[in-house]
C-alpha cells in the first residue's frame, strides 16, 4: 500500500475496506502533473493547468466513502481533472461497471485520458457536464467534483429510482450535499473546490 492511502487509513478517513484496496490501486503519483510529482502523497490539493486542482486526498476519500459505489454500477462524474477520481470509481465498479467522466478543458481532457488510458470501463468525455450526461442516463451514481451554486436539477432527473448524486454547492465555501433520487437530502460537512463552470 502507497504511503498515501496508509496515512489517510491512520488518520481515520479511509475505512471502508472496498474504498481502500480502491486507493491503494490508484496510487496518487500516477495522476499528479509531472512539476508536482514530490508533493504527490501531500493531503493538500494540488495544481494540475488552466488553474484547475487534483483533489484533496481526505476530500476524495470522503467523497468516495459517501458514494456508496457498488461493484457493477454506472457512474456519472463530472470534472475528470487528472482522472484521479475516476480511477478508483473504476476499481470500485469493477469489470462490469462503467464510469463516465465529463471535463471541459481540453488540456485537462487530455491529461484524464492518458492517465486512464489503461481503464477499460471508464469513457472520457470533453464537453460541459453541468447538465449531466442525458445519453446515458439513468445513472446508479453521480459525483460532482467541482463547486455548484444549487444543486443542479438535470443530474437529479438522470438518476435512477436508487440512484445517489454527490455534489459540493456553495460560493466561496461549500457544503457537500448528497441527495437520494427519492427526496432525501444529508448535508455532509464544508469543502472547497473550483468552481463548476454552468453554461
Ligand atoms: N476529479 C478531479 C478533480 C476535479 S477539479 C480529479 O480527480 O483530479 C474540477 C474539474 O472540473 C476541473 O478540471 C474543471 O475544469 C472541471 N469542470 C468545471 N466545470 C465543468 C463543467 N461544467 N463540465 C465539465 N467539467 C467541469
Redesign the pocket.
Known amino acids: 500500500m502507497d504511503k498515501l492511502t496508509a496515512y489517510l487509513v491512520k488518520k481515520g478517513v479511509l475505512k471502508d475496506e472496498r474504498v481502500i484496496r480502491a486507493f491503494a490501486e490508484n496510487p496518487r503519483y500516477k495522476?499528479v502533473p509531472e512539476r508536482y510529482k514530490d508533493y504527490w502523497y501531500v493531503d493538500e490539493p494540488l495544481p494540475?493547468?488552466?488553474g484547475?486542482?487534483?483533489?484533496q486526498p481526505s476530500t476524495?476519500a470522503f467523497m468516495t466513502q459517501a458514494l456508496e459505489v457498488g461493484e457493477g454500477m454506472k457512474v456519472l462524474?463530472?470534472?475528470?481533472?487528472?482522472?484521479?477520481?475516476?480511477?478508483?470509481l473504476s476499481s470500485l465498479v469493477g469489470k462490469g461497471g462503467k464510469v463516465y467522466?465529463?471535463?471541459?478543458?481540453p488540456k485537462?481532457y487530455e491529461f484524464?485520458k492518458r492517465n486512464l488510458r489503461d481503464k477499460k470501463n471508464v469513457e472520457v468525455i470533453l464537453?460541459?457536464?453541468?447538465k449531466g450526461l442525458p445519453r446515458k442516463a439513468p445513472f446508479d451514481r453521480i459525483?460532482v467534483?467541482?463547486a455548484a451554486k444549487e444543486v443542479p436539477k438535470a443530474l437529479i432527473e438522470q438518476l435512477d429510482e436508487e440512484g445517489i448524486l454527490l455534489v459540493p454547492v456553495g460560493v466561496g465555501v461549500q457544503r457537500m450535499v448528497k441527495v437520494w433520487k427519492k427526496g432525501r437530502r444529508e448535508y455532509l460537512g464544508e469543502f472547497v473546490?473550483?468552481?463548476?463552470?454552468?453554461?
Not at 127 to 130: A, K, P, R
Not at 193 to 199: G, Q
Open positions: 495522476f494540475t493547468f488552466e484547475q486542482t487534483i483533489s476524495v462524474e463530472v470534472g475528470a481533472g487528472s482522472g484521479w477520481q475516476a480511477a478508483i467522466t465529463i471535463e471541459r478543458i485537462l484524464a464537453g460541459d457536464g453541468s459525483i467534483t467541482a473546490f473550483v468552481p463548476l463552470v454552468e453554461e
